[in-house]
């Protein structure tokens, strides 16, 4: 009879060596899946973050390219960008009016903002109004495009480049740069 209790005690005493064990090894499981869940999720994070600058750059160089904004004199295209086609894509692209322009170019633009600021000759700050005036002019900066909700979102400026100004009306030129935002 005392044999059977000293073997029950030592079979209790294993069992809650084998139950200990048990849980060390379901937590040590449970904090290497919680790690490596966090830097799933940080790679994922800088995947979208190097996705969105491959955009950013892919939507600069064509927006340099769209005959929409490009100048052109005498039937050929230059590399510049003619401030007066500037205007009437503002007014394109921001008319509530006109829904089929507004839609294209948002699918095209996405959640990037695109602004153009002159750098010379003028040193003035401020919006440009939509209509083209006198260059150099009493501002600095075209707001060519704004995602739909900006308000509620925060702004970073992703990348940008220099290029040509162009004003037709009095044909000078200035240089100025575009500028990608990412709005988040």
């Given at each position: 009879m005392v044999n059977v209790?000293?073997?029950s005690?030592?079979?209790?005493?294993?069992?809650i060596e084998m139950i200990m064990i048990m849980v060390v090894v379901v937590i040590l499981l449970l904090v290497a899946v919680f790690f490596y869940f966090k830097?799933?999720?940080?790679?994922?994070?800088?995947?979208?973050?190097?996705?969105?600058?491959?955009?950013?750059?892919?939507?600069?160089?064509?927006?340099?390219?769209?005959?929409?904004l490009q100048c052109s004199l005498e039937s050929e295209n230059k590399f510049c960008i003619d401030l007066y086609k500037v205007s009437a894509f503002r007014s394109l692209v921001n008319d509530p009016n006109d829904r089929s322009g507004m839609q294209y170019y948002s699918n095209i633009f996405k959640n990037k903002g695109i602004v153009i600021k002159s750098i010379y000759p003028n040193s003035n700050n401020g919006e440009c109004p939509s209509q083209l005036v006198e260059y150099p002019v009493s501002c600095n900066?075209?707001?060519?495009y704004t995602p739909g909700k900006a308000q509620s979102y925060t702004k970073k400026p992703l990348i940008s480049?220099?290029?040509?100004?162009?004003?037709p009306i009095t044909k000078?030129?200035?240089?100025?740069?575009?500028i990608i935002e990412a709005y988040s």
């Open positions: 209790l000293q073997y005690k030592k079979a209790q005493i294993e069992m830097f799933y999720a940080v790679s994922i994070s800088k995947s979208g973050e190097q996705l969105t600058q491959q955009e950013a750059e892919v939507l600069l160089t064509s927006i340099t390219s769209m005959p929409e900066t075209w707001i060519i480049t220099i290029v040509s100004l162009y004003h000078q030129y200035g240089v100025g740069k575009i």
